[in-house]
Nanobody, 121 residues
Framework: QVQLIESGGGLVQAGGSLRLVCTASGRTFGTNFIGWFRQAPGKEREFVAGISRDGVGTYYADSLKGRVTISRESNEGAKTTVSLQMNSLQSEDTDVYYC???????????WGQGTQVTVSS
């Protein structure tokens, strides 16, 4: 069992920044990567960024490179904390952001409940 708990979402003005945090706990087998996807109503889920549990490998959606940074904050046994720093936010970044875990940063197995990010113009 894997638990993914997100925090840090909220309302921000266009041009502002937000930092999302995900705490992954439970089994580590099959969860080599921790990452973030986002989804708006009526749209497909979109990959945002991913990071290996050891913090060495980072992966970003081409459309978001330069505006988002994923980091591993801590790794203690079966508990890993990952953050997603998002800058220069625009209205099109308004989505529910999900923390994910799996064997590949872009094809994940486990999903958190999601945290809402709303950017006002």
């Amino acid at each position: 069992q894997v638990q993914l708990i997100e925090s840090g979402g909220g309302l921000v003005q266009a041009g502002g920044s937000l930092r999302l945090v995900c705490t992954a706990s439970g089994r580590t087998f099959g969860t080599n990567f921790i990452g973030w996807f986002r989804q708006a109503p009526g749209k497909e889920r979109e990959f945002v960024a991913g990071i290996s549990r050891d913090g060495v490998g980072t992966y970003y959606a081409d459309s978001l490179k330069g505006r988002v940074t994923i980091s591993r904050e801590s790794n203690e046994g079966a508990k890993t904390t990952v953050s997603l720093q998002m800058n220069s936010l625009q209205s099109e970044d308004t989505d529910v952001y999900y923390c994910t875990a799996g064997l590949d940063p872009r094809q994940t197995t486990y999903w958190g409940q999601g945290t809402q990010v709303t950017v006002s113009s």
